[in-house]
């Protein structure tokens, strides 16, 4: 199991280099820079900007020690944008952020999205797993960004419970449309997969053994079933987990959160190449860690996987 | 200076030797509530003063910190820090008399070597401010050679005679100079509190500022609040208390949460106007604003060889029916531009460009007529591409007219849209043919819009060159009434037609009846102070 994770490791840091690097080409690439603006500063004072953040040297350069700066300082360089701020300063404000309502979103769609698709395949063909099917392919069409401002008209709007927006320190009640708009496709797909996986192992041969055996059904869904049910789901959760705690451009931007889900896009738009490339490193590192932690849940779970 | 911008100066002056009034009339009744929030579409900048380059950032500063002048409910000069200035016979040395009960919010009096600091530090090539160049429009003497770094910060043409005397010297005279002090960019900065803390010293609990508000809270992309200061020297008649900006991104979702009560002030979404004025009549505002919209033609070496036409230029502009732009498209109370300042700047007097004058049914037909002698017609069609940044208000405007050119003059048109540095890319390198343009002034005189036109303009698009024009404009400088030159130059844009104006901007919010007594709507640079604003009893 040990050089199992020891080969994960080594894998990774190559990985994210490679990724960093090939961000930061492309995104020095594109067309614009992040001091662009509708009218264009005078060449002079745009010279002054540029070498006050080391712009003006070869891209090589600018690379080199931007890599030197996260691997001796951890440090992510300022923003070009919100100049009072630096990266790590977003980061550091924004992640916690999207981590409360990611977290939060991930429980409720795993607990929420796997007992309805366990109830959905265990009761196939009946009102409940029609209710089921129902429901998750209505959430899975909904886009969040359609959900989203219907939430705020309703519960803001309309009843007046909610409060439309902000973050407010993560008080509960800023939390809860957050959460709702976020989680709900993630748990539609959590019940199909968790549906369509159990159906396929209640038909495979072990179970049928264990009904001839005459098991109770209980011990055979919770002892016997759960278990390579959840393989293919825990395979589906890294990435889904990954997706939820570094936030939502969508989210972020309509309930105003404060997350960096919507630095991470509009760092894009903006040209501010820190910033881009901070949040490129963070959910890049976060990807490969968890689809790592899936591997050896993986390997855990199923011991065929380690050969 | 022409008539009005002496009146405005003259009222000035009046205005100095009057006493500060309460931001409140008597007799008013004050609401219980005196909390300001309102909608901000995206995170500021900064809100340091000499780093500060977008409009909500300046909002907050101009909350934060005052300069030399601040502006009234109608965007006269009233005194801030200064409280008058005398102008040397040569017009090049200004001398301001400063308020001497001014304080900075840690009690530290406010003096001219603040003052001195923030500008010194305004044109520092170390500070990389993005309004660098601002030293540059308020003319101060050596202000090139210091930008550059070429000659000492304390070259630049200000100086403190003693604590409450600044002195200011400019390369030439500039009759407006005065009007430029209300700039955020101009702003004292308190050198002690920079020196301490570095780069973190505009963040809560560091800041130290002398306006009538302080930076109490900052969430970045959720909200940032300013809290009153005590030490201020109005703050007996400041009402507000409280002004928080929350950050939507989203115009639509600001819209309700507007209308749940969480907002004063919001953005109307484009298009809604006319439906929200019939239901909340007290609440959706209209009123004119100090910026344009216009097409720039590519009149550079890498443009359409059709548009070097002039003719193909006046025919696509003659037949561009603005009003149906600002009463079907845009529906916010918008005005058709036929020139390319707008009616509301001060001191100018819109002229009345010759095509103005005529109905849309005579502008087609000279445009039609004008097309065909440049030789284009259905024989020889015209086609041209129109580039504009992605936005469903910019596409709007973009389907309509490019309707207008194929009914009227059978021009086919291609619509192109990019994402926005991509889009200012391609404009800057003049690798278009027909392009959006707009700009809001940076302060409230003609020239502010007339030097986009000037052959050495950074934001000229159209790279149009006349050397009329830059003549005009470089004497309008220094004269005492440049209405005379301002006519002409737009007279030779109508004659010329480099761009085509198609409206002049009007500023549509949602605002609660509560404040909207106090709200400046005559101020077309909105240019807004929460010290003037307080909130009546419902």
């Known amino acids: 199991m040990l050089s199992f ?54 891209m090589w350069k600018q690379m080199v020690d931007y890599l ?43 607990v929420i999205g796997g007992a309805l698709g366990i109830a959905a395949a265990i009761r196939q063909n009946s009102w409940l797993d029609y209710f089921a099917v129902g429901i998750t392919i209505g959430a899975q069409v909904l886009p969040n960004f359609v959900m989203a401002p219907i939430l705020i008209l309703v519960f803001t709007l309309w009843l007046g419970w909610l409060p439309g927006g902000g973050w407010n320190g993560g008080q509960w009640d800023h939390v809860i449309m957050p959460v709702i708009a976020l989680s709900t496709s993630y748990m539609a797909s959590i019940a199909r997969l968790t549906r369509s996986s159990m159906l396929e192992v209640l038909r495979s041969n072990f179970i049928r053994t264990a009904r001839a055996k005459g098991l109770p059904d209980r011990v055979i869904i919770w002892r016997h079933a759960l278990k390579p049910t959840i393989l293919p789901v825990v395979s589906y959760l890294g990435p889904a987990f990954v997706g939820m705690v570094t936030g939502s451009f969508i989210i972020d931007s309509i309930f105003s959160t404060g997350g960096v889900g919507y630095f991470y896009v509009n760092a894009a738009f903006n040209r501010d190449y820190a910033v881009m490339m901070g949040l490129t490193f963070l959910l890049g590192s976060m990807t490969i860690l968890f689809n790592m932690v899936v591997d050896i849940l993986y390997a855990w779970i199923d011991p065929k996987i380690r050969l | 200076m022409n008539v009005s911008t002496k009146s405005i100066l003259l009222a000035s002056a009046l205005a100095l030797a009057s006493p500060a009034l309460a931001a409140a009339p008597e007799g008013v009744a004050l609401a219980d509530d005196q909390t300001f929030t309102y909608r901000v579409l995206d995170e500021h900048s900064s809100v340091d003063p000499q780093i500060v380059e977008d409009v909500s950032g300046s909002e907050i500063v101009r909350d934060l910190f005052e300069g030399l002048y601040n502006q009234d409910a109608d965007g006269n000069l009233v005194p801030g820090v200064a409280l008058s200035h005398t102008v040397s016979d040569d017009k090049l040395t200004y001398t301001f008399t400063l308020r001497p009960e001014a304080k900075w919010s840690d009690g530290n ?18 500070t990389a401010s993005p309004y660098q160049w601002y030293v540059e429009v308020m003319g101060l003497a050596n202000a090139g050679s210091v930008m550059a770094g070429e000659a000492p910060l304390e070259e630049l043409g200000v100086r403190a005679i003693d604590d409450h005397t600044l002195e200011v010297t400019l390369e030439k005279p500039m009759t407006y100079f005065p009007l430029t002090t209300t700039h955020a960019s101009t702003f004292p900065s308190p050198k002690w509190v920079i020196d301490e803390h ?25 909200r940032s609040v300013r809290e009153r200061n005590p030490m201020y020297w109005d703050n007996e008649n400041t009402v507000i208390e409280k002004v928080s900006a929350l950050v939507i991104n989203d115009e639509n979702v600001a ?70 732009i600002v009463e079907n498209v845009l529906q916010g109370g918008q ?9 509301a700047t001060a001191g100018f007097e819109q002229p009345a460009t010759d095509y103005s004058t005529w109905t849309q049914e005579e502008r087609n037909a000279k445009a039609v007529e004008l097309l065909a002698e440049a030789g284009y017609g259905p024989d020889n069609p015209l086609s041209l591409t129109y580039l504009y940044n992605t936005s469903e208000a910019h596409k709007k405007v973009a389907i309509a007219v490019s309707q ?110 509560a404040i909207v007594d106090s709200w400046p709507v005559q101020n077309v640079e909105q240019n807004w102070y929460s010290k003037d604003l307080y909130k009546v009893a419902q």
């Open chain 1, 5 to 58: 994770i020891l080969r994960r490791v080594s894998i990774a840091i190559p990985t994210l280099l490679v990724l960093l690097i090939i961000s930061f080409w492309l995104m020095q690439t594109a067309p614009g820079g992040p001091f662009n603006s509708e009218r264009p500063l005078p060449p002079q004072v745009l010279a002054n900007i540029e070498a006050k953040y080391g712009l003006d040297q070869p």
């Open chain 2, 109 to 126: 009096p406010v003096t001219a070597h603040d003052f001195v600091y923030g500008w010194q530090r305004l044109a520092d090539p170390e």
């Open chain 2, 404 to 513: 207008m050119w194929k009914q009227t003059l059978g021009v086919d048109i291609t619509l192109e849209n990019q994402e926005w540095q991509t889009f200012l890319e391609t404009r800057g390198n003049h690798d278009f043919e027909i392009a959006r343009g707009a700009w809001c002034g940076d302060y409230n005189e003609a020239s502010t819009f007339l030097d986009l036109v000037q052959s050495s303009s950074g934001y000229n698009d159209a790279a149009y060159s006349n050397a009329e024009v830059d003549a005009l404009l470089a004497e309008a400088k220094s004269m005492d009434d440049p209405q005379a030159n301002y006519t002409r130059v737009e007279e030779i844009i109508a004659e010329e037609m480099p761009i085509i104006p198609i409206y002049h901007y009007a500023g549509v919010f949602m605002m609660n009846p």
């Open chain 2, 255 to 324: 819209l309700t949460r507007f209308l749940a009560g969480e907002l004063d002030r919001t953005e109307v979404p484009a298009g809604q106007y006319p439906a929200l004025k019939e239901e909340y009549p007290d609440t959706a505002l209209s009123f004119p604003r100090l910026c344009n919209y216009y097409f720039n033609f590519n009149l550079s070496e890498n443009g359409p060889e059709a548009t070097q036409d002039v003719r193909v230029r006046k025919a696509l502009s003659y037949a561009v029916n603005r009003d149906i």
């Open chain 2, 198 to 222: 570095g780069a973190d010293w505009i963040k809560p609990g560091n800041i130290v500022s002398n306006g009538a508000y302080v930076l109490t809270e900052h969430v970045p992309q959720e």
């Open chain 1, 68 to 110: 030197k700066g996260i691997i001796t300082q951890f440090d992510f360089g300022p923003s070009y944008k919100y100049k009072d701020r630096s990266v790590n300063d977003i980061i550091a404000q924004g992640f916690p952020v999207t981590l409360h309502y990611g977290l939060i979103s991930f429980m409720l769609a795993i």
């Open chain 2, 335 to 343: 005005s058709p531009a036929y020139t390319f300042t707008p009616a």
